[in-house]
């Protein structure tokens, strides 16, 4: 498995944003993970990609524990959370230099990954002077750097416009054809058209993990399915 999340807890003070999670992510898979604003989301993230420790239960990424070897974890993902965090006084090409020599990368590594993330007609400028769309593709270059084997994309799509939302999607898709992706969206069509599962969470609970085709084969709108089980 790429992702174990084994009996998952996490408090705020008396509020549990996250109660017994568990759910597994396979190599190579695709997975919409969805549920309404502070269903606890973002916080599994976090502690899958080691920003923040869980209270209760084990997660491994790649068979690594992401408490006792986070690391080797960090190694191993690619983070886009949802606010970008970019240096938006430096230019593009700087400031992905910057990334490639954190994990050792070479500069024909770099050079892929700006050719991969279509960002070489906007090299001269700096990230402050970019589209949103962009900036996503810059945030997007930096989570694939180090060539991870899983990716976590907090809300990739937020903001973006029309066109901008099906050059982000094939980038997604194009990268993820050799590594597990999780991501998380409010975009129902997002979903449908990245990803082949669909995990849904609601007050810190898992309510629904389903394969796509089979929503579609029970002729399930995955909108109505969402507010099924989140309202």
Do not use: W
Request: proline share 3%; glycine share 8%.
């Amino acid at each position: 498995m790429s992702i174990e999340v084994k009996e998952v807890s996490k408090y705020y003070g008396d509020q549990a944003a996250l109660q017994s999670v568990s759910l597994e992510v396979k190599k190579g898979e695709i997975v919409g993970f969805l549920g309404p604003n502070g269903a606890g989301k973002s916080t599994l993230m976090k502690i899958i990609t080691t920003y923040i420790t869980a209270d209760e239960g084990q997660v491994k990424v790649c068979q690594e524990n992401v408490k006792k070897n986070p690391l080797s974890v960090r190694q191993k993902v690619g983070y886009l959370p949802e606010h970008n965090p970019l240096y938006l006084g430096m230019y593009i090409k700087e400031y992905l230099s910057f990334i490639a020599d954190l994990y050792g990368c070479s500069k024909e590594s770099l050079n892929d990954i700006i050719e991969l993330t279509g960002l070489s007609p906007e090299l001269h400028k700096k990230i402050g002077e970019l589209s949103k769309g962009y900036r996503q593709r810059v945030g997007l270059a930096g989570a694939l750097m180090h060539d991870p084997e899983v990716l976590i994309l907090d809300e990739p799509t937020t903001g973006l416009d029309p066109n901008q939302l099906v050059e982000i999607r094939n980038l997604i898709k194009n990268s993820g054809k050799n590594k597990t992706v999780m991501l998380s969206t409010h975009i129902m069509q997002e979903v449908e058209k990245m990803c082949n599962r669909v995990i849904i969470i609601n007050k810190g609970k898992i309510v629904a993990d389903e394969q796509l085709e089979s929503l579609k084969a029970k002729k399930e709108d995955l909108e109505s399915y969402f507010q099924k089980l989140t309202t």
